[in-house]
């Protein structure tokens, strides 16, 4: 049991270190800026579809 433990955990290792890809600093900040576009795309979405049934629940369904 204890050798299957170690042998996972050097595979692992030697899976982190030699097969593994990891982005430049360069494509990781090009990904964040993604994100945080869709993000904020996303937000503004909600925001005008929670505005237009806001609307639609006070003006039109509840009228003061």
Do not use: G
Not at 22 to 42: D, F, M
């Amino acid at each position: 049991m204890y050798q299957r433990i170690v042998n996972y955990c050097k595979e692992s290792y030697n899976e982190l270190v030699h097969k593994t890809t990891w982005p430049t600093r360069k494509e990781l900040s090009n990904s964040a800026v993604v994100v945080l576009y869709a993000s904020l795309l996303i937000a503004l979405v909600v925001f005008l579809m929670d505005s237009v049934f806001q609307f639609f629940m006070e003006d039109i369904i509840y009228p003061h």
